[in-house]
């Protein structure tokens, strides 16, 4: 059996994520898979899973969401089983069986007001095509797919969800994390709608209010932010309490999970999210979190967060206040967490992945 898989956003947030946690399992749960990995050859060879028997890796840069990624990779995938598609930006012109996963469908959303007619014709159409020509559609959440509904999508009977894992945190005991309260924190992307601008306007409240005495720490990449929002960058350089909020950038996974053990609090007020695996690494940590009450995060937090209007400044400012201030409440959260977390997992997510790998493999297309 030979099943190939685009790994061109292995080194991406969010889509590379989701690669880096599944290609590894798959690939040691079924040495009786020829696994061929088409990303960029250099970089993916200094991969643990690269030296594998059962793994061949073909050299593909190949830009995503361009012209040449339609004419030129169908002619690059080798001969095959099965093709996985990690995005919906399928090859439209590929023939042979694919199962696409399709992590969320923001570029249709009502939430994206950044998007040109283009942008939201483009992936209109791609989504379209994912769902018609694939034997089988993961998504990561029953909220993405009751958007595909909303949206009015083809084919749904062809989608299957499969929950994401969290990866590369270690559980750290609750009584550890009582005296640590050094920050608040935020972990994302930084993009208009993941909300900072109301994050950042709850602090600004809370702190004129002299209700809050610790900074605030965004993790993500800065630039975005300065070209996506520069007034509210320009408003924040000029407050008096600029220096109370620090953007780190990018950061490494073991940097990250110190970020999570020593923080206060995560806050994430997203008005949009496919899954959202930010709370769930928290969770991990033994960090409390604030998250919005939009989108899959009721879904994936369960009983294990405590939940705010992502649209109300106010109530977004109250509940950081809150869960800063009830030691009992941070106790409960930080228990719950770690019962939640124990039904996300990248083996399962595997499992469930080979599971559909075979019954497309069987499925007459």
């Known amino acids: 059996m030979r099943l190939v898989i685009d790994a061109r956003m292995y080194y991406a947030s969010g889509i590379g994520t989701y690669l880096k946690n599944l290609i590894p399992i798959i690939i040691d749960k079924r040495p009786d898979i020829k696994f061929i990995i088409l990303g960029d050859k250099e970089k993916l060879q200094k991969t643990g899973w690269a030296d594998k028997k059962n793994v061949d890796i073909i050299d593909c840069n190949i830009p995503i969401y361009s012209i040449k990624e339609q004419l030129k990779l169908p002619g690059i995938i080798p001969p095959n089983n099965l093709f996985i598609s990690p995005h919906y930006n399928i090859p439209v012109f590929y023939s042979g069986k694919m199962i696409c996963i399709i992590h969320d469908i923001f570029h249709l959303s009502d939430e994206n007001k950044q998007r040109t007619i283009f942008q939201y014709l483009y992936a209109r159409f791609m989504f379209r095509q994912a769902l018609k020509k694939s034997i089988i559609v993961m998504t990561d959440s029953e909220f993405t797919y009751s958007e595909m509904r909303k949206y009015r999508l083809p084919c749904l009977d062809k989608v299957r969800v499969a929950y994401l894992g969290f990866g590369g945190h270690e559980i750290k005991p609750a009584e550890t ?174 499992k469930i992945f080979l599971f559909n790998v075979e019954k497309a493999i069987i499925t007459k297309q």
């Open 177 to 350: 994390n009582g005296q640590k309260k050094k920050y608040l924190l935020y972990v994302g992307n930084v993009k208009p709608h993941k909300n900072l601008k109301k994050l950042i306007d709850a602090y600004k409240q809370l702190h004129l209010q002299n209700k809050i005495n610790i900074p605030l720490r965004i993790v993500g990449e800065e630039n975005n932010f300065i070209t996506g929002m520069p007034e509210l960058k320009k408003e924040i350089s000029e407050s008096s309490w600029s220096e109370s909020i620090k953007f780190t950038g990018w950061v490494d996974d073991d940097e990250l999970r110190n970020q999570y053990e020593n923080a206060a609090a995560l806050v994430l007020p997203s008005l949009y999210e496919g899954f959202g695996l930010p709370p769930l690494e928290a969770m991990a940590c033994g960090c409390p979190c604030v998250v919005s009450n939009a989108a899959s995060l009721p879904e994936i937090c369960g009983d294990a967060a405590l939940y705010c209007n992502p649209y109300d400044v106010s109530d977004i400012a109250e509940k950081i206040y809150t869960i800063l201030e009830d030691k009992q409440l941070q106790a409960e959260l930080i228990s719950k967490g770690y019962e939640r977390i124990k039904l996300f997992n990248w083996e399962k997510t595997a």
